[in-house]
T-cell receptor, first 110, second 112 residues
Framework: RKEVEQDPGPFNVPEGATVAFNCTYS??????FFWYRQDCRKEPKLLMS???SGNEDGRFTAQLNRASQYISLLIRDSKLSDSATYLC???????????FGAGTRLFVKA | DVKVTQSSRYLVKRTGEKVFLECVQD?????MFWYRQDPGLGLRLIYF???????EKGDIPEGYSVSREKKERFSLILESASTNQTSMYLC???????????FGDGTRLSIL
């Protein structure tokens, strides 16, 4: 089992749609969680951290479920500019064991 | 904002050459990382460093070495470049092990 698993997609959605990505992780002792966005041929950029209480940043909402060991990202009112690959990232305990998911590709179409 | 700067966006080298990739960060971060990213394989950790002159192997260190002589600079060295090292190389830094990593723009390296 991979340490961090994501649905690779691609997700093809129309503008204005709501889309949700899920990510599962295997290490129950993981301490911190993030979503990154990566545009084609560019570097990954931090989209948002994920907190146990859930957090929102504009059209983006992130949730963490420690009991089930998954995190989610919800994008409301999708824009063409949201087209990218979304990476789920999990930091382990002790040291610097950061695990990047393989990413979920999103295409938003007019 | 954190700034991580990689020395080259694109680089073309020949097999057998010794190749240096440089990375500089301006946020006084303790920890720096080198990854490579290939289609279908995601990000793979080559080496990381948690302090000056300290280094740790990542998941795929073979064929690479690193140098961290100053806190802000982390260099990746391909000792004898081979065609299977053609890839996108990404440098990242972070203040602590639980904080997010910040990436440079990446270097697209082609080995001919």
């Amino acid at each position: 089992r991979k340490e961090v698993e994501q649905d690779p997609g691609p997700f093809n959605v129309p503008e204005g749609a709501t889309v949700a990505f899920n990510c599962t992780y295997s290490n129950s002792a993981s301490q911190s969680f993030f979503w990154y966005r990566q545009d084609c041929r560019k570097e990954p950029k931090l989209l948002m951290s994920v907190y146990s209480s859930g957090n929102e940043d504009g059209r983006f909402t992130a949730q963490l479920n420690r009991a089930s060991q998954y995190i989610s990202l919800l994008i409301r009112d999708s824009k063409l500019s949201d087209s990218a690959t979304y990476l789920c990232v999990v930091n382990g305990t002790g040291g610097f064991k950061t695990i990047f998911g393989a990413g979920t590709r999103l295409f938003v179409k007019a | 904002d954190v700034k991580v700067t990689q020395s080259s966006r694109y680089l073309v080298k020949r097999t057998g050459e010794k190749v240096f990739l440089e990375c500089v960060q301006d946020m006084d971060h303790e920890n720096m990382f080198w990854y490579r990213q290939d289609p279908g394989l995601g990000l793979r950790l080559i080496y990381f460093s948690y302090d000056v002159k300290m280094k740790e192997k990542g998941d795929i260190p073979e064929g690479y070495s690193v140098s961290r002589e100053k806190k802000e600079r982390f260099s990746l060295i391909l000792e004898s470049a081979s065609t299977n090292q053609t890839s996108m190389y990404l440098c990242a830094s972070t203040a602590t092990g639980t904080q997010p990593q910040h990436f440079g723009d990446g270097t697209r390296l082609s080995i001919l």
